[in-house]
């Protein structure tokens, strides 16, 4: 399916591809230093680029909730504009219009990570409890079970809702008040 890019001979479909409507042919998108995607059009008499992500941002907003699991919910991220957070943990950004790359939380490896939003960082698993839990200020998000694989340690069903106090007994329980027990190279405790 293709809407017309308003004033010019070109159409964008739900899936990215450009098609030039007076040719009937398909669009080279060039990809520049800063990866991404656009293609040079003349509009009012004058070249220009027009960049893929700002196009399916007008045109196709939305159409990334197509790549959703079945099982899978997406919230707007409160106080960020453009920012989606699922119940697995996954990030959406329309401004780039794509998903997000976690990173790695600075003390545990690849395990906890932690997503960019505009300038502050926050862990993946809080963003999570804080949308699809019943959080409130003041409240800690944890973790169920701690072996998890990296995809599913921060899924809605693997977080619950504590205290400071309920988070210090989770440590002593599940031994990570132990400093010398190991983790694996995924951060995982072993």
């Known amino acids: 399916m293709f809407r017309q890019i308003e004033d010019t ?3 964008i479909s739900n899936e990215g591809v450009v ?6 042919s398909i ?3 060039q990809l520049n230093p800063s990866n991404s995607y656009y293609f040079t059009c003349s509009q009012g008499g004058k070249r220009h680029n027009m960049y893929l992500t700002g196009l399916m941002r007008k045109y196709w907003q939305y159409e990334w909730i197509k790549e959703l699991d079945d099982d899978e919910e997406a919230m707007p991220i409160r106080g960020y504009k453009g920012y989606f957070i699922t119940n697995k943990g996954r990030v959406f950004s329309l401004k780039r219009y794509r998903w997000l790359e ?5 003390h545990t490896c690849k395990y906890y990570t932690r997503h960019k939003l505009n300038r ?3 862990n993946t698993h809080m963003l999570v409890g804080r949308h699809f839990l019943d959080w409130k200020p003041g409240l800690l998000v944890l973790h169920r079970d701690e072996t998890l694989s990296p995809e599913l340690i921060n899924c ?3 977080l619950w809702i504590g205290t400071s106090a309920d988070n210090a007994q989770d440590m002593w329980s599940k031994g990570r008040a132990n400093t010398k027990r190991n983790r694996d190279i995924d951060g995982r405790y072993v």
């Open 27 to 29: 669009v080279k998108l």
């Open 120 to 122: 502050e960082t926050y």
């Open 156 to 158: 809605a069903d693997n």
């Open 102 to 106: 976690p990173s790695d939380s600075f």
């Open 9 to 11: 001979r070109y159409s």
């Open 19 to 24: 098609r030039n409507d007076t040719r009937g």
